[in-house]
């Protein structure tokens, strides 16, 4: 999969210099900093309660004015105080030389925070990933509306044969360690179709 982008100046020259794409993998780099995630889901929420066991600050930045989120999350984002969301917010800019030092956001949206710029050494995005199934479709793999690819729990796709692993897959985490996990299985389950199968 591909992280989903803003495309916004500052993103992809910053990128890995404060611009992240991974809270989990990177949060831990911006213990007692200000931070922001991007984005009005579930998993934004998420990873703004664990950013806030690292940064002394956290910004979810929303563009609408409501969040997507789980209500026992909604509760815990309620009672923290190291959280705050800024509705009805864009970015337009991330600034720094080296690394970020800054979000401007875009003017006219509506928000308390239009046009206005604040400081900040960490920007975590948030808003989704681009399943690279275009492949696996073509051959006729079955596909979910995200175009994600279904699998069982012996990553077993619809089609005889052709196993799936990985953050492609319709699986809840996208984590290096799920994939390689999914990896060992699918190649278990392979061996054990070639070898007690006779088509094969």
Request: glycine share 10%; aromatic share 8%.
């Amino acid at each position: 999969t591909k992280h989903r982008k803003l495309g916004v100046p500052g993103e992809a020259e910053l990128e890995n210099r404060g611009v992240s794409y991974c809270a989990l993998c990177d949060g831990a780099f911006f213990k007692e900093k200000i931070v922001s995630i991007v984005g009005g889901g579930d998993s934004a929420v998420k990873e703004a309660l664990f950013l806030s066991e690292h940064a002394a600050k956290v910004y979810i930045i929303v563009r609408k004015d409501y969040l997507r989120a789980e209500p026992i999350n909604a509760a815990r984002l309620e009672k923290n105080d190291k959280i705050e969301v800024l509705y009805k917010t864009e970015i337009e800019e991330i600034k720094g030389t080296d690394k970020v030092e800054a979000l401007k956001f875009k003017d006219g949206t509506g928000g308390d925070m239009a046009g206005k710029e604040i400081e900040m050494q960490g920007v975590f995005m948030a808003i989704g990933h681009d399943a690279q199934t275009a492949l696996a479709e073509e051959l006729g793999v079955e596909l979910n509306d995200k175009k994600e690819i279904k699998i069982n729990r012996r990553t077993e796709t619809n089609m005889k044969g052709v196993f799936a692993a990985g953050d492609c897959c319709d699986t809840e985490f996208k984590q290096a360690i799920t994939g390689s996990a999914e990896g060992v299985t699918a190649s278990y389950y392979a061996y054990h179709l070639c070898t007690t199968d006779a088509s094969f």
